[in-house]
Every structure is written in structure tokens, then in C-alpha cells.
């Protein structure tokens, strides 16, 4: 009867009308704008490893340029060094030559000396011509050198000015990146806040509906149940005297549904407990199997209430997440249950 009179109370208040749509629009931004995330990071992501890609073979292509300018200036200072020595052998032949037309004049009263004299003359002049040659090759080559030099200078700047450019693009990527993240990371966290909120008031109206029943506590931010209130003892069907309770649990589940916004990715989460006591039969080979059929038989019950099966979850734990870990049967009794959650999906 006083289930009865709660019910009552609770469809001529109803004051919660809009709840589920608020959470609905909420639940659809959230995704969207996780989404948007991800493929602004995969992109940006592409992006940066595409510019370091080019900023290795920049930097490869700089090495390569900055040797050959090396070669270059080795070959030029040999070409130096060579037409300084023609220079210096230029000078000695100048000077010989020189002295042999000292000498002429000085023999120009005998013949055969004068002879001579103009001979190696005639010779000196050969050697001086095929200085003069070699000096001017060796002055082409030098010329040539500078001017390959200059043009490796200005592929060198042009490399150096593009990768100056890629690594300002890339820094720049990287400061959009972090500043999407840290919206993305600032939006979620007003999403997670927003579905705190609706979780405190959910649980507060369940609290006030199914608070004062005996076997009903509330831990954290979960509603646990005794497995005693639904179940028979290594049984998964509900028990008639448990489905009052899951009534009220559904209509306050349906109100939740129209008011929290739709872009809030929510579930309830029920989750199935047993103690440690091993269980072995044809329908249940295990724990797992048993607090699984249970924690399925609660939310199959709350779907055929209404409740949308997308914000529901079973899930079981068998013996392996105790709240009582001490060896007695206070304990295991305490270990049988059934746990329910508001969760983010």
C-alpha cells in the first residue's frame, strides 16, 4: 500500500517533463564534438608528419649541399695555390729573360754568343708563353669555382629560408592542436560535470523512493541491493514481491530519460554480485553465469517497463569484487547483490 501511495504521488507530480530531451541534446554534442576532435587530431596529425617528412629531406639536401660547397672551396684553394706557383715561376722566367737581354747586349760584339744568347731567348719565350697560358686556364677554372660557390650559397639560403618556413607552419600546427584539445578537454569536462549532476539527482530520487526499504543501502554513487529482495537462492528469476520496487525504479528511469539532454552519453549500469560460494549446475556452471542471468533479468524487467534499452548495461561480476572480504556468513551475505550505476557510456 505504501508503494501504492509513492506511485500516486509521483504521476500527479511529475515535475520532471523535459528531463531526457535536455540529456538527449547533451549526449549528441558531447559526441559530436568528440568527434570533431578526433578527426581534427588525425588530420593535424597527417599534416605534421607530412612537413617532417619534408623537413628531413630539406635537411638531407642541406648536408648534401653544404659538402659539395666544401669540395668546391678545397678545388678552389688548389687552383689558388697552383696559380701562385705559375706566378712565382712566371716572375723567375721574366727575370731570366731579363738577364739573357742583358746579356745580348753586353755580347752584341760576338757573334757567336749573340747566337746563343737569342737561342735560349727564343726558349725562355716559349716557356714564358706557356706560363702565360696556364695562368689564364687556371684563372678560368678559379672563376668558374666562385660562380658554382655563389649558386650553392643561394640553394643553401633557399633550403635554409623553406625550412625556416616548415618549422614556423609546424609550430603553428601544434599550437592549433593544443588549443583544440584544451576546448575539446574544457567541453567534456562541462559534459561530465552536467552528468554528475543529473546522477546526484537521480539517486536522490531514488533515495527518497526506495531509501527507507530494508536491504536497500546506498554506497558512493551506487544503489546496491540485496540479491535476497530480487531473487531465490541460486536462482535467476525475479521475484514477484521485487517487481514493485523495480516499477518505481523504471518510472523514475523513463522521467530521467526526458530530461537529461540527448548529446549525454548515459547509461544504468546493473551489475551482478555473488559470494564465494562455488555454484555448479546445468544452468549455471559458475558464479559468473549466475550473477550475469541476474543482473540480464533486472534490465530485460526495466526494459519491459519502457526504459530505452540503449541506456541499459548488465554486466556480471560473479565472486570477484567483494565488499566484505571477511570469512563468515555476515559477510557473503553482504557480497550477494545487485548494484545499480549512472554511468557515462
Same mark, same amino acid.
Do not use: C
Given at each position: 500500500?505504501?508503494?501504492?501511495? @509513492?506511485?500516486?504521488?509521483?504521476?500527479?507530480?511529475?515535475?520532471?517533463?523535459?528531463?531526457?530531451?535536455?540529456?538527449?541534446?547533451?549526449?549528441?554534442?558531447?559526441?559530436?564534438?568528440?568527434?570533431?576532435? =578526433?578527426?581534427?587530431?588525425?588530420?593535424?596529425?597527417?599534416?605534421?608528419?607530412?612537413?617532417?617528412?619534408?623537413?628531413?629531406?630539406?635537411? *638531407?639536401? &642541406?648536408?648534401?649541399?653544404?659538402?659539395?660547397? *666544401?669540395?668546391?672551396?678545397?678545388?678552389?684553394?688548389?687552383? %689558388?695555390?697552383?696559380?701562385?706557383?705559375?706566378?712565382? %715561376?712566371?716572375?723567375?722566367?721574366?727575370?731570366?729573360?731579363?738577364?739573357?737581354?742583358? +746579356?745580348?747586349?753586353?755580347?752584341?760584339?760576338?757573334?757567336? /754568343?749573340? @747566337?746563343?744568347?737569342?737561342?735560349?731567348?727564343?726558349?725562355? %719565350?716559349? #716557356?714564358?708563353?706557356?706560363?702565360?697560358?696556364?695562368?689564364?686556364?687556371?684563372?678560368? #677554372?678559379?672563376?668558374?669555382?666562385?660562380?658554382?660557390? !655563389? !649558386?650553392?650559397?643561394?640553394?643553401?639560403? +633557399?633550403?635554409?629560408?623553406?625550412?625556416?618556413?616548415?618549422?614556423?607552419?609546424?609550430?603553428?600546427?601544434?599550437?592549433?592542436? @593544443?588549443?583544440?584539445?584544451?576546448?575539446?578537454?574544457?567541453?567534456?569536462?562541462?559534459?561530465?560535470?552536467?552528468?554528475?549532476?543529473?546522477?546526484?539527482?537521480?539517486?536522490?530520487?531514488?533515495? *527518497?523512493?526506495?531509501?527507507?526499504?530494508?536491504?536497500?543501502?546506498?554506497?558512493?554513487?551506487?544503489? =546496491?541491493?540485496?540479491?535476497?529482495?530480487?531473487? /531465490?537462492?541460486? !536462482?535467476?528469476?525475479?521475484?514477484?514481491?521485487?517487481?514493485?520496487?523495480?516499477?518505481? &525504479?523504471? +518510472?523514475?528511469?523513463?522521467?530521467?530519460?526526458?530530461? &537529461?539532454? @540527448?548529446?549525454?552519453?548515459?547509461?544504468?549500469?546493473?551489475?551482478?554480485?555473488?559470494?564465494?560460494?562455488?555454484?555448479?549446475?546445468? #544452468?549455471?556452471?559458475?558464479?559468473?553465469?549466475? %550473477? *550475469?542471468?541476474?543482473?540480464? !533479468?533486472?534490465?530485460?524487467?526495466? +526494459?519491459?517497463?519502457?526504459?530505452?534499452?540503449?541506456?541499459?548495461?548488465?554486466?556480471?561480476?560473479?565472486?570477484?569484487?567483494?565488499?566484505?572480504?571477511?570469512?563468515?556468513?555476515?559477510?557473503?551475505?553482504?557480497?550477494?547483490? &545487485?548494484?545499480?550505476?549512472?554511468?557515462?557510456?
Amino acid at each position: 500500500m505504501a508503494l501504492g501511495r @509513492s506511485r500516486g504521488r509521483e504521476r500527479t507530480i511529475d515535475y520532471w517533463p523535459g528531463f531526457v530531451d535536455a540529456l538527449s541534446t547533451l549526449l549528441m554534442v558531447f559526441i559530436f564534438l568528440l568527434s570533431v576532435f =578526433v578527426l581534427a587530431q588525425f588530420f593535424l596529425t597527417q599534416e605534421i608528419s607530412g612537413r617532417d617528412d619534408a623537413l628531413s629531406r630539406l635537411q *638531407a639536401q &642541406i648536408r648534401a649541399l653544404t659538402d659539395q660547397l *666544401a669540395l668546391e672551396r678545397a678545388g678552389q684553394d688548389e687552383s %689558388s695555390t697552383e696559380i701562385g706557383n705559375l706566378r712565382a %715561376s712566371l716572375s723567375a722566367l721574366e727575370k731570366e729573360r731579363s738577364d739573357l737581354l742583358d +746579356a745580348v747586349d753586353a755580347a752584341a760584339t760576338a757573334p757567336a /754568343d749573340l @747566337s746563343a744568347a737569342q737561342g735560349q731567348n727564343a726558349e725562355l %719565350s716559349r #716557356q714564358l708563353s706557356q706560363q702565360k697560358d696556364a695562368t689564364a686556364d687556371a684563372a678560368q #677554372q678559379i672563376a668558374l669555382l666562385n660562380q658554382q660557390i !655563389a !649558386a650553392l650559397r643561394r640553394q643553401v639560403g +633557399a633550403m635554409e629560408e623553406a625550412l625556416s618556413i616548415a618549422e614556423k607552419k609546424d609550430s603553428e600546427s601544434q599550437t592549433r592542436l @593544443s588549443d583544440l584539445g584544451r576546448r575539446l578537454n574544457l567541453a567534456l569536462a562541462q559534459r561530465v560535470q552536467e552528468l554528475t549532476r543529473y546522477r546526484s539527482e537521480f539517486f536522490g530520487r531514488l533515495n *527518497a523512493i526506495l531509501g527507507s526499504r530494508p536491504g536497500i543501502r546506498v554506497v558512493g554513487d551506487r544503489f =546496491v541491493f540485496q540479491s535476497e529482495i530480487f531473487f /531465490d537462492r541460486a !536462482a535467476s528469476s525475479l521475484r514477484p514481491e521485487s517487481m514493485p520496487a523495480l516499477d518505481q &525504479i523504471a +518510472a523514475a528511469l523513463i522521467q530521467l530519460e526526458k530530461e &537529461i539532454p @540527448s548529446d549525454i552519453a548515459w547509461v544504468l549500469r546493473v551489475d551482478g554480485h555473488t559470494d564465494d560460494r562455488p555454484i555448479q549446475t546445468p #544452468q549455471f556452471p559458475s558464479n559468473w553465469e549466475l %550473477s *550475469a542471468a541476474r543482473a540480464i !533479468a533486472v534490465v530485460q524487467y526495466l +526494459a519491459g517497463k519502457g526504459v530505452a534499452p540503449v541506456h541499459l548495461v548488465a554486466a556480471g561480476f560473479g565472486e570477484y569484487q567483494p565488499i566484505d572480504t571477511a570469512d563468515s556468513d555476515e559477510a557473503r551475505n553482504r557480497n550477494r547483490r &545487485i548494484e545499480l550505476k549512472l554511468t557515462e557510456r
